[in-house]
């Protein structure tokens, strides 16, 4: 079974401030993370993956993660804060359960708030 | 590039109504994905289509059903609609062995 755990609902960042949400998983095999954007009223945009390889990963819009495993995290950092980044985040490990399905479980989301 | 495609975007039911909601996935894309979220909630799945068969079953209740046509584009159904109904439901397509999931851009449900 798969799990995440997001600490902080709600993290509010100063523009320009460097961006750090937290993402801890759970996994009983290897991992796929994800980090996901949600704007007000809108979808779900893919910000970056982690698969395998190098685990400092690298998404749109100047984000990026680090997996690590002996953490079990996979924080999502921007080193200056955007108006536009202002949004709710949040961390998914992909599961498998046969048959092709490889559904999503999402943490609980961070609200980010950038103050001008 | 083509993009996942639900429709309605919004819809408004009574309780103990019905309600069909739809999913067109990226072409090419043999699986789809339902998701379900409620007002300041986390996404949650629950069901999904490979190759137009059932692949696994999440947090569905059983007045709900789908299906994934020839076409690969997938209903959700939702029968005797409650007031806990109201969400966003999201469906996603992938191709299958790859990693990530598109997501369309959702269906608002309002039940009243």
């Known amino acids: 079974a798969q799990s995440v755990t997001q600490l902080g609902s709600h993290v509010s960042v100063s523009e320009g401030a460097l961006v750090l949400l937290r993402c801890n998983y759970s996994?009983?095999?290897?991992?796929?993370l994800f980090w996901y954007v949600q704007y007000p009223n809108q979808g779900l945009q893919l910000l970056l993956k982690?698969?395998?390889?190098?685990?400092l990963v690298k998404g749109i819009n100047g984000f990026e993660a680090e997996f690590k495993k002996s953490e079990t995290s996979f924080h999502l950092t921007k080193p200056s804060a955007h108006m536009s980044d202002a949004a709710e985040y949040f961390c998914?490990?992909?599961?498998?359960?046969?048959?092709?399905?490889?559904?999503?479980?999402f943490g609980k989301g961070t609200k980010l708030s950038v103050i001008p | 590039a083509a993009g996942v495609i639900q429709s309605p975007r919004h819809l408004i039911k009574e309780k103990r109504e019905t309600a069909t909601l739809k999913c067109y996935p990226i072409p090419r894309h043999d699986t789809v994905y339902w998701y379900q979220q409620g007002p300041g909630q986390d996404p949650q799945f629950l069901i999904s289509f490979y190759e137009k068969m059932q692949s696994d079953k999440g947090s569905i209740p059983d007045r709900f059903s789908a299906q994934q046509f020839s076409d690969y584009h997938s209903e959700l159904n939702m029968s005797s609609l409650e007031l806990g109904d109201s969400a966003l439901y999201f469906c996603?397509?992938?191709?299958?062995?790859?990693?990530?999931?598109?997501f369309g851009p959702g269906t608002r449900l309002t039940v009243t």
């Open positions: 982690y698969t395998t390889g190098a685990t």
């Open positions: 996994s009983s095999v290897p991992p796929y």
């Open positions: 996603a397509s992938s191709v299958e062995g790859e990693n990530e999931q598109y």
């Open positions: 998914a490990v992909r599961g498998y359960s046969g048959a092709g399905s490889y559904q999503l479980t």
